[in-house]
């Protein structure tokens, strides 16, 4: 049995071990991305591009955020599939198979993948639903037809995962922000009850209460 827990005594679901380096204060100079915040209001921007003129708030030019004073945990990509798209390790598998060696039948991918073919069957399902894969007829030479699967262009996918992960983000952001006005509203008021009380009891379910 191997210990899914991290340095910080955390439960980690894919037995993922962080060492210290990978949560201390990361140099955001060094990323593939970059953040910008205005100076004057509280927007905040994430670009994947490299932007030599950096970008602009209310005309102005946004400045660069470099450092994070927050202990951040770098992420695992089955762990932000999982997260952002509902994409576990098996539905990742059949997906990159069927990119790598497409177009392929069900059963086709549960022999390379052994996985039993109903298994490999929702997993298609779920993400030629998610436009990531596409799903056409190929006639059998001794009659009939078999459904096979395939990828879209890889530039479309990149687009649209990316598109889709950004929308994720921004619902997460949205609950971020909803927790510190949450903090804020808290403070201004005069309750009985405890923060921890008020803010759980604001996110039941993990979501805004109305």
Request: hydrophobic content about 30%; proline content about 4%; some cysteine.
């Amino acid at each position: 049995m191997t210990d899914d827990t991290n340095s910080a005594g955390e439960s980690d679901p894919f037995g993922a071990a962080w060492s210290e380096d990978e949560r201390s204060e990361i140099d955001l100079r060094d990323r593939k991305y970059s953040i910008y915040r205005c100076t004057d209001c509280n927007n905040v921007v994430l670009t994947m591009q490299d932007l030599d003129g950096g970008m602009t708030c209310h005309d102005e030019p946004m400045e660069r955020v470099t450092e994070t004073k927050l202990d951040i945990r770098p992420p695992d990509v089955r762990q932000v599939l999982l997260d952002a798209f509902g994409l576990p390790k098996p539905g990742l598998d059949v997906c990159l198979c069927v990119i790598g060696e497409g177009p392929l039948s069900p059963e086709e991918l549960a022999e390379r993948l052994d996985y039993d073919v109903s298994t490999v069957r929702t997993y298609l399902n779920d993400l030629v639903e998610f436009g990531l894969l596409e799903k056409s007829q190929l006639n059998r030479e001794s009659g009939g037809y078999v459904n096979v699967y395939h990828s879209i262009a890889l530039d479309e996918m990149r687009e649209e995962t990316l598109v889709g992960f950004y929308a994720w983000a921004g619902e997460a952001a949205s609950l971020i922000e909803e927790a510190n006005l949450t903090k804020e509203d808290y403070r201004d008021a005069e309750s009985e009850q405890g923060l921890n009380e008020v803010f759980w009891e604001r996110f039941r379910d993990g979501r805004p209460t109305n």
